[in-house]
């Protein structure tokens, strides 16, 4: 989760490592990648010549930087305070501490380790830009300037372009990840004839929503759609005729419900609708809008002008603790009904049915 202590996104907001980084970059962090430690004035912080674990972010308080000569002198190149950073070399080429700090009055210190820190560079480039801004200044500032720091410097810089091109790569193959998401979720929910839900979606969708009708006290309502003669278009006009029928059909049933309603293909030339928060009378005038959409509509096939028809079944969950197959019953049996009385009809389930 991100960065919730408050101490902590301030003191990295102010320091040289995260200058320039966003709120929002920083989200991408999280509190167990960094540690708080105090030292006292004079206590040893880096050891020259120990291996090199972590980075220091200096919150508040001084250091030095002392290297050992050939003599056995301990010579202070340099000093260091609050907001700046120390440490990165060593960690960045894997190598020994080159130099000792000493803490020249109490320091504050926030503490990356070697892992986090380039996990960090991966999701913030801009922290390894910050790095090498940092290097190049030290390197103008200092007077002991030497051709093994500069050629540091230039593999640093070689080091931040590669891992530009990384992010880019990653940033590439993440979208890739997504639209193949996006792909698999489509073939798993989509009929891909009509470009509705399928029958598993629909009937997984329909229990939750029945579920949810009886523990909140809803109503909830069924239809059953099922174009009249479909097996005589097919036969007169063909199969591909037929698969444009169903395509045009179930995008006419979309435009003439609500946002809220959900719409299946139930198999063959059947069709579901879902209807949450809505009682059986409501649910009729629904299926008797859908009906006279489609009578209303010119189907063309071969160019002739056809008309199609449907008919309509509906169920409502009014019965206390109704089933799932028992409301798909209902609406059959009142489909049934409507088939019946000569098609083109909208039948509500009754007992007398």
Known sequence: MPIENKYLQQALLSNNLFENVSNDELKLLEDSQFSKF????????????????????????????VQNSSEGESIELIRRGAN??????????????????????????????????????????????????????????SDHRNNDELLQYQNLLELNRDL??????????????????????TLATVDTLTEIYNRKYIMDLFKKELDKSYRYS?????????????????????????????????????????????????????FILVLPHTNKDDAEAIANKVRKAISDYKFTLDNEVIN??????????????????????????????????????????????
């Open 38 to 65: 105090i030292f006292e004035s004079g206590q040893l912080i880096i050891e020259e010549g120990s291996p090199s674990r972590e980075i220091f972010l200096i919150v508040s308080g001084l250091v030095k930087v």
């Open 84 to 141: 700046d950073f120390i440490g990165e070399m060593g960690v960045i080429e894997n190598s020994t501490r080159s130099t000792s700090i000493i803490s020249v009055k109490k320091v504050e210190t926030i503490i990356i380790d070697k892992d986090n820190f380039f996990l960090i560079t991966g999701l913030i480039p801009q922290v390894m830009i910050n790095v090498s801004k940092t290097i190049a200044r030290r390197l103008r500032e």
């Open 164 to 185: 530009i091109i990384q992010k880019k790569e990653l940033e590439k193959v993440n979208n890739e990840l997504v639209l193949k998401n996006e792909e698999l979720y």
């Open 218 to 270: 809803y109503d909830l309502s069924l239809i059953l759609i099922d174009i009249d003669y479909f097996k005589k278009l097919n036969d007169k006009y063909g199969h591909q005729a037929g698969d444009l029928i169903l395509k045009d059909f179930g995008k006419l049933i979309e435009g003439s419900i609500r946002k809220t309603d959900a719409l299946g293909r139930y198999g063959g030339e059947e």
């Open 308 to 353: 199609v028809t449907a008919s309509f079944g509906v169920s409502d969950n009014s019965q206390i603790n109704i089933s799932l197959d028992k409301m798909i019953s209902r609406a059959d049996k009142a489909l049934y009904k409507a088939k019946m009385k000569g098609r083109n009809q909208v039948v509500v389930y009754n007992e007398f049915i």
